[in-house]
């Protein structure tokens, strides 16, 4: 069973649309089951039904014409039960109803088993036989195994539309497909898409259209003339070195590229318009495809041998294509793994949204979205990348969603959206140099988090009073080896004078986790309970030491410099960072004759360790700063980065707020100054709950400040102390977030609620 099971697995893989899919399903179980029949019934939910969309044994011609409702015969009763029913006799059994169209009155045993994702019933997978036939467990859990599998390949069909498509091919409002990702940068914009693919990456090459076919079909021959004059080099050379048994496979590659084999193919695509790369990637991809669906270890094998054919023709197609000059004014930049190098290729002023299948938050192109301001959603994997050339899409940051083909309706709320967003930002402008007063004249301080040197400057023109989190991993990552001294001195220097006299909190590098730097990769299988942060400081004193000293030296002068260190999860930890830095300044000071004020150095507290240690941990800190970004990973143990369950991922949890409320009073018992620097600082909601908790100091990123301002200056503490006492007793952060809401939204501050009202 379990081998059946895999050639399922490879062949729905290497199938080349969902259809094909459907039909392999059916056709591989009732084969593997030896029974009389398989289908697939999927749920429609335009009209709350169960259409018949496979079938292997029923009349072929009721496929896509039979629709069931939930109380409709058996297939009802496994749907709505949530689980699967095995009958010897099923005409006996009250619910079995009959559809003629079907041809099924010939069966007469049934087990079916229903098809589920996250919780969703997305169909119903049904084997049946003419004789009397007990299905056993063994056949019963192979089913629920096959459902089980099925039901990803499923949930992703509907995700992307294909499936609301296939049930109701003339409705056009299943046009609009809607691809979830990890909202990174916040804001809206619709425009055309353009594919940013890297070099000789075969998935990467868009579905490009073209006039010139002749021009086509010559560069194809080029490139491949260009391949085969390599390889037979390489042969040539191999003489002596491999057997001829083992040359034989450089003929073989040479053979693949003639007209009657893959080169025949793709100059076919290539009629039918396309252009020759995409031609050659569309060919050379079925083909690996089908490779490794094969059974023979042998043959499967010989899948990468022609990925790597398909890699060596698509650089010389690559080498010819001329650098593309002329760009849409409202580019939607869209890419399978986009990086900062990306930005290279267009020209900035013209990108007005970000979209890449690969990617989370952390990564550097969400951090640069976010500094530059332009929208962006990282990790939207079912996004077709490659074929959305041309097409105009909307990306709403807020909402971490992109939708392709936008219906006029949904394209008119967007545009009414940015338009009132234009006024908001225009409007909130001239809060820049008001201070952050409540309602009740209680002073809070707004500081910023950075981390490149354009957020330092978007800060500084909105008011920013002090730097609380400036991220040193992100210049870290811009580069292809560790920074030196020198060239850490010189940014950190930067930051410190463009805030001067204002403070400074840099923190020490915080990598591992999802934030890898390219020249030191951590392979782990839990990175984020694993080396990251102060471990990893700790564990190469060589790296942290040359940071400290860095920081230290850059603030001789202006002496406005905090030291953060992040991750601490124990005492021992916080006293060992504490005494290097000592160390350092030591060094500096009395040994080299450097003029430096000893900084105040803090402590992060993100995780839940750190709550229950709050009071020691103060004690030995000139300050804390809160991480709720890690804080609220950590507590409800959520990947913070994971899609999948975003939806459990909230800082309005009970126990995240009795958490803070707790770090709150053991800091102040402490007389230890206490900020805090996560994401919910820079949330009007959060915002709001944190100076109720007791926080006076918020650092957000420089978009979100004057956000937070407006509210603010909106509302009294007293006002959000009351709510707090409200919230405080709620049972989940639903709850929570829809009292803060309701209650907050007054008609000055309502604009700013925008983002909630859409999750
Ligand atoms: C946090 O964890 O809340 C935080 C501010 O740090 P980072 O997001 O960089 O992990
Ligand atoms: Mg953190």
Known sequence: MLDSLRTIVQQVNAAKDFSEVL???????????????????????????????????????????????????????????AEPINLEEAEAHPNFSFVPETGEQRFRSFLGAPIIHQRKVLGVLVVQQQEQRRFDESEES????????????????????????????????????IYEGVASAPGVAIGSVVVVAPPADLKAVPIRKTDDVDAERC????????????????????????????????????????????????????????????AWAQVVLKHVRMFRSMKDAYLRE???????????????????????????????????????????????????????????????MAILGRAIGIPTVMGVVDLPWGGLEGEEVVVDGHNGQVVVCPSDELREAYSQQIYEEKLLAADLEKLSDEP??????????????TGLRIDAMLSLDRGAEGVGLYRTEIPFLMLDRFPSEEEQRKAYREQLEMFAPRTVTMRTL??????????????????????????????????????????????????????????????PELESALELVYQVYDELTE???????????????????????????????????????????????VDRNN?????????????????????????????????????????????????????????????????????????????????????????????????MEKALKKPEVAGLFRRAELD
Request: one cysteine or more; glycine letters at 6%; charged letters at 25%.
């Open 23 to 81: 039909r392999l399903i059916v056709h591989l179980v009732k084969q593997t089951m030896d029974t009389g029949m398989c289908s697939v019934y999927l749920y429609n939910p335009k009209d709350e039904n169960y259409a018949l969309m496979a079938t292997d044994g029923l009349n072929p011609d009721s496929v896509g014409k039979v629709f069931l409702s939930s109380k409709e015969g058996l297939v009802g009763l496994v749907a709505s039960r």
């Open 142 to 177: 192979f089913l629920v195994t096959v459902s089980a599998q099925l039901a990803g390949v499923i949930a992703h069909a509907d995700a992307t539309g294909e499936l609301g498509r296939l049930i109701n091919p003339k409705d056009e409002s299943f046009f609009e497909r």
């Open 219 to 278: 560069l194809l021959r080029q490139a491949m003339e260009q391949t085969k004059r390599d390889i037979r080099a390489l042969d040539d050379s191999m003489v002596g070195k491999l057997s001829d048994e083992e040359r034989a496979l450089f003929d073989v590659y040479v053979r693949m590229l003639d007209d009657h084999a893959l080169g025949g193919e793709v100059v076919s695509l290539i009629d039918e318009g396309i252009t020759a790369q995409s």
């Open 302 to 364: 010989r899948a990468s041998d022609v990925e790597d054919l398909g890699h060596r023709v698509l650089a010389y197609l690559q080498q010819s294509e001329t650098k593309r000059t002329s760009f849409p004014d409202n580019m939607v930049m869209v890419g399978e793994e986009l990086s900062a190098a990306s930005f290279a290729d267009v020209p900035l002023e013209k990108v007005a949204a970000i979209a890449s299948v690969k990617g989370s938050r952390n990564s550097h």
């Open 436 to 449: 952050c007063i409540t309602a009740d004249e209680h002073k809070i301080s707004l500081w910023v988090n």
């Open 510 to 571: 915080d990598i591992g986790g999802d934030k890898d730097l390219p020249y030191f990769p951590i392979d782990e299988e839990n990175p984020f309970l694993g080396w990251r942060g102060i471990r990893i400081c700790l564990d190469h004193p060589e790296i942290f030491l040359v940071q400290l000293r860095a920081m230290m030296r850059a603030s001789e002068g202006l002496n406005n410099l905090s030291i953060l260190l992040p991750m601490i999860s124990n005492m």
């Open 591 to 637: 040994e080299e004759g450097y003029q430096i004020e000893m900084p105040n150095v803090g402590a992060m507290i993100e995780l839940p360790a750190a709550v229950y240690q709050i009071r020691e941990l103060a004690r030995r800190v000139d300050f804390l700063s809160v991480g709720t970004n890690d804080l609220t990973q950590y507590l409800l143990a």
């Open 643 to 739: 899609p999948r369950v975003a939806g459990l991922y909230h800082t309005c949890h009970p126990s995240v707020l009795r958490a803070l409320w707790a770090i709150s009073e053991g800091a102040k018992e402490e007389n230890t100054p206490i900020s805090v620097c996560g994401e919910m600082a820079g949330d009007p909601i959060g915002a709001v709950l944190l100076i109720a908790l007791g926080f006076d100091v918020l650092s957000m990123s420089a978009t979100n400040l004057l956000k937070v301002k407006a509210i603010l200056r909106q509302v009294s503490l007293a006002e959000a102390k009351q709510l707090l006492e409200e919230v405080m007793v709620m049972p989940d952060a639903q709850s929570v977030s829809k009292h």
